[in-house]
């Protein structure tokens, strides 16, 4: 069974931090890029990051750059995306996806697999 299990959100003031944690099985992790997506309420799913299965390339949504880094330990099966200088407006439900192939990183129909989120809320 294919599972990915997203850990790791809360409650954090603006400013903080987080680490989310995403630990897949059931498939082979070292063949599928890794991407982190939120869902802000009462607004679409948005791609924020990914990282690639082959060199570790790694992609960042303009709104997200240069304050969440996305890592992977393939050895571990796990993903990892750290939040740091958080804004309310990164509030939101988080999820992990995985790729096989994709037309480009932040094409969410291209992922083939989904967790099931974890919630982060940044109060300011």
């Known amino acids: 069974e294919v599972q990915l299990v997203e850990s790791g959100g809360g409650l954090v003031q603006a400013g903080g931090s987080l680490r989310l944690s995403c630990v897949a099985s059931?498939?082979?992790?070292?063949?599928?890029?890794i991407g982190w997506f939120r869902q802000a309420p009462g607004k679409e799913r948005e791609a924020i990051s990914c990282?690639?299965?082959?060199?570790?390339?790694?992609y960042y949504a303009k709104s997200v750059e240069g304050r969440f880094t996305i890592s992977r330990d393939n050895a571990k099966n796990t993903a990892h995306l750290q939040m740091n200088n958080l804004k309310p407006e990164d509030t939101g439900v988080y999820y992990c996806?995985?790729?096989?192939?994709?037309?480009?990183?932040?094409?969410?129909?291209?992922?083939?697999?989904w967790g099931q989120g974890t919630q982060v809320t940044v109060s300011s």
């Open positions: 059931g498939f082979a992790f070292d063949d599928y890029a």
């Open positions: 996806a995985a790729v096989g192939w994709a037309t480009s990183w932040d094409e969410e129909n291209d992922y083939d697999y």
């Open positions: 990282i690639t299965s082959t060199d570790g390339t790694t």
